[in-house]
């Protein structure tokens, strides 16, 4: 094989699995790359630049996210945006695939921010109601052991937050991928950028349309919740509340259909309106859903105590074959056997943080 073949096999490959989600830096999607792409050992030669995978990653992105990439990423310069002038005080910069225009499906926001203690920057965001994780990790760069603290934001697209000490405000970081300075903007700076790009935008108009926009993992944490108090009666739920049992449920789907959001979306809230109404919880689930969640989901949620009937076989033959003439027909009898199935006390289940966060990921990643 050629070194000029062999290297862009190399480089599709750990451009494929960087945009998979399979690898998050560069230098271990390349390895893992030449090892799969020839069996000796490849010369540095034919490994190719960070550069050159960047801009296969991008060609996936066109190729398989056409025009929502840009929709996203004007969305992404707004909330970008918001999030620092919220953060104005401790001087933040924009950088990364936001600001140079190389986002794809499930781009983080990154910022750098600057302050002495990271509790002042929680302190700000617990003011705003952020979701947010705080992260110290040690990374070992130039030969030296480095502790990084980062924040992770939950919200309507991911932020991860660089924390770095406050006389580290006009440092210059080299990037990985050009080599050259590392590209950053202050708020300035992205407002000049946001005119020149899109000439009709109403900066202020359209960042009070962006903040309007609501976050649907919050409303479904919000629904979530007020299950926690919700008792159920033991002879059929011997594991007591409806949380509990939900997050029974949802881990249940996961392990049969990890990336169908739809599906696990209905796992996770097919009891939603227990807390709203008990006498018919399935409507008063859907009411509250309303506008969330799609219409699959929807169908899902909405048939699910039905399909117990199936399993029972009480339901009548005209309503049995109207649910068997659905395509998604399969996925209600496996919601009806999880639901079933997701009776056990004391067995341990998912976190709600953590299942919202799964569901998070999926959707930035193949996004419905």
């Known amino acids: 094989m050629s070194h000029s073949k062999l290297r862009r096999q190399i480089t599709w490959e750990a451009a494929r699995l960087m945009y998979a989600r399979q690898e998050s830096e560069y230098y271990r999607a390349k390895i ?4 799969w792409c020839s069996r000796s050992r490849v010369k540095p030669v034919d490994l190719p630049s960070n550069l050159e995978i960047r801009a296969e990653i991008q060609s996936l992105a066109r190729l398989y996210e056409g025009d929502k990439r840009t929709e996203f990423l004007y969305d992404m310069r707004l909330e970008s945006l918001r999030m620092m002038r919220i953060l104005r005080r401790f001087r933040p910069r924009l950088i990364g695939s936001v600001l140079t225009g190389h986002v794809r499906m499930g781009s983080d926001i990154d910022l750098h921010v600057f302050a002495n203690s990271v509790d002042a ?10 979701c ?7 990374v070992r760069k130039d030969g030296e052991k480095r502790l990084f603290t980062h924040i992770h934001i ?12 406050f006389d580290k405000t006009q440092h210059v970081w080299k990037s990985s991928i050009t080599g050259k300075a590392m590209e950053r903007a202050s708020i300035a700076e992205l407002e000049q950028l ?23 993992f919050q409303v479904f ?8 108090s919700v008792k159920e009666s033991p002879k059929f739920h011997p594991e007591g509340d409806a949380l509990y049992h939900s997050l029974q449920v949802f881990d249940l789907g996961r392990d049969e259909l990890p990336y169908d959001e739809e599906f696990l979306l209905a796992a996770l809230l097919h009891d939603v309106g227990k807390a709203v109404d008990g006498r018919d919880h399935v409507t008063a689930g859907l009411s509250a859903l309303s506008g969330f969640i799609t219409e699959r989901t929807e169908w899902l949620i909405a048939n699910h105590m039905l399909a117990h ?13 109207r649910l ?4 998604s027909y399969d996925e209600l009898m496996l919601l009806a056997d999880c639901d079933r199935q997701g009776r056990q006390a004391g067995i341990e289940a998912s976190e709600l943080d953590d299942a919202l966060l799964y569901l998070r990921q999926i959707s930035s990643a193949f996004g419905i």
């Open 32 to 35: 893992k790359a030449a090892r």
């Open 121 to 130: 920057v929680t302190c700000v965001l617990d003011e705003e109601g952020a």
């Open 132 to 138: 947010y994780d705080v992260e110290r990790k040690h």
């Open 154 to 165: 939950r919200d309507r697209f991911p932020f991860e937050l660089t924390i770095y000490p």
């Open 194 to 216: 946001l005119v020149s790009e899109y000439p009709d935008i109403c900066l202020d108009e359209a960042l009070e349309m962006g903040a309007e926009k609501i976050d649907r």
């Open 221 to 228: 944490e919000s629904l979530l919740l007020p299950l926690e």
């Open 309 to 321: 009937q199936i399993l029972d076989g009480t339901l009548g033959v005209r309503a049995k074959r």
């Open 324 to 327: 068997r003439n659905s395509e």
